[in-house]
């Protein structure tokens, strides 16, 4: 969460002149309400069955570059799924996480304590991460250009 998936990722489609899609918009589009309200109003629970959803048909109905929610690699057949894919795990520390995701309310995971709800999740997922991935791109000190550019290096990709 806050590593800059959603931002790196509409660079990375630029430079490839290809479209770019995040499942976290999709699903605001859909619900018709934001990504907190959801889990305010219906819980988490609720919440990843209709990201599961969302990824699934993002992946099969969409050719570009995709940017995931950072809980989305918990699923196990979205992991699966995601197999078939040239996954890039954008990685930062703790303290540039706080940095990012400050006191954004949007992100309802973090808005008690970032600093240790991150440390946790972190500790709960960072192998999930690393099993879906083709590349792993640290973002520290690195602006959103220059990660979209490890990016491509890391994919062997050329821009467009
Ligand atoms: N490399 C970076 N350096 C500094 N700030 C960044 C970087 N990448 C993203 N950000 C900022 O961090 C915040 C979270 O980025 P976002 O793309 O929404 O992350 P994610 O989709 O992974 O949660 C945004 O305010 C964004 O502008
Ligand atoms: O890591 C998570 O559990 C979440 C990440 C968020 O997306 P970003 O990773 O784009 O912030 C969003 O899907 C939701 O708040 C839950
Ligand atoms: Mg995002």
Redesign the pocket.
Known sequence: ??VG??TVGALVAERLGCAYRDT?DDIVAAEGRS?ADI?VDEGEPA?RAI?KRAVREALAGHDGVL?L???SVLDADTRALLAGHQVVYLSMDVEEAVQRTGLNV????LAVNPRKQWRE?MEARRHLYTEVARAVVATDGRTPDEVAQEVLDALELKEA
């Not at 949007?106 to 995971?109: C, G, V």
């Open positions: 969460m806050g998936k959603s976290d990504i889990f919440f990201e940017a929610g950072g809980g949007a992100r309802p995971l999740l």
